[in-house]
């Protein structure tokens, strides 16, 4: 039985998580595979900023330390902000998955353009700056926004008449205006839109936390996992002060 675990970038209770975890629905796996969601124990509100992303990596580091240990084969980071992905990384040597270089690089399989359609101005500089440290920044022809206050918690329920015309309405100016042959959900909060605008779009629409699970999936089977020599190994690990940290931040 493969156990694959997915760090949830929030201090959530058990709604939070549930509805995170709802995206394992849209998918189907072998039988010897199963997921557990975990949030941080402390971290950002909306990953909105840099400041809001130094916090979350050190958030989700905290989480995915152990998990080898703990004896997860795979880890899913439930952000486009691919936050700790490349700490984890360092330290861990099953697979770490961020579902924004998932994303960009599968675009790349589907198509030759891709474009960004998100739900909150904010998130708008975590795209471009991931895309220029991916190399697709030539590849991604537009970002658009409709700019709706997002509810990380509850995601889009309640708001489907509301968001649900505007981001396609978004999708379609990337397609006909911009030159976008795959169109990419700019967060894993939005994941309940997808089956909506994959009805009505005419290109691929990439959902990326179910991306990353399949993928998870498919990198075990194939017995794969990161580049040890793209990710060296810290010469003296300091997890403590990772932990002591983390467990501080909690009380405040």
């Known amino acids: 039985m493969a156990k694959i675990l997915v760090i949830v970038p929030f ?10 975890q709802a995206q394992l629905d849209t998918v189907s796996f072998g039988p010897d595979i199963e997921f557990e969601f975990r949030g941080v124990r402390a971290g950002p509100d909306l990953l909105d900023s840099y400041h809001d992303s130094a916090i979350a990596d ?13 004896g ?12 700790g992905m490349n700490a ?9 998955i961020g579902p924004a270089r998932a994303s960009f690089m599968t675009a790349l399989v589907l198509g030759n353009t891709m474009s960004v359609v998100t739900q909150w101005d904010g998130w708008i500089q975590g795209y471009k700056k991931a895309a220029q440290e991916y190399g697709v920044a030539d590849r991604l022809v537009s970002i658009r926004s409709i700019n709706v206050m997002p509810d990380v918690e ?5 708001k489907e008449e509301e968001v ?6 978004a999708s379609m100016k990337c397609i006909e205006d911009d030159g976008a042959e795959v169109i990419l959900l700019g967060s894993t909060t939005m994941h309940q839109a997808h089956e909506f605008l994959s009805k009505n779009l005419p290109v691929p629409i990439i959902n990326p936390g179910p991306l ?36 501080a931040a909690s009380k405040i």
């Not at 201090?11 to 995170?20: H, I, Q, S, T, V």
Request: hydrophobic share 40%; with cysteine.
């Open 58 to 70: 050190l958030a989700l580091f905290e989480v995915g330390l152990n998990a080898q240990n703990e």
């Open 154 to 158: 509850n995601l889009l329920g309640g």
């Open 164 to 169: 649900f015309p505007k981001l396609l309405e």
């Open 72 to 83: 997860f084969d795979a880890v899913c980071v439930d952000t486009m902000s691919d936050s």
């Open 212 to 247: 990353t699970y399949k993928l998870a999936e498919c990198l075990l089977g194939l017995g794969l996992t990161h580049s040890r020599k793209a990710y060296p190994k810290p010469h003296k690990p300091k997890q403590k002060i990772i932990e002591t940290m983390m467990e």
């Open 11 to 20: 201090a959530f209770d058990e709604k939070g998580l549930g509805n995170r």
């Open 88 to 96: 984890m990384r360092s330290v861990l040597d099953i697979p770490v």
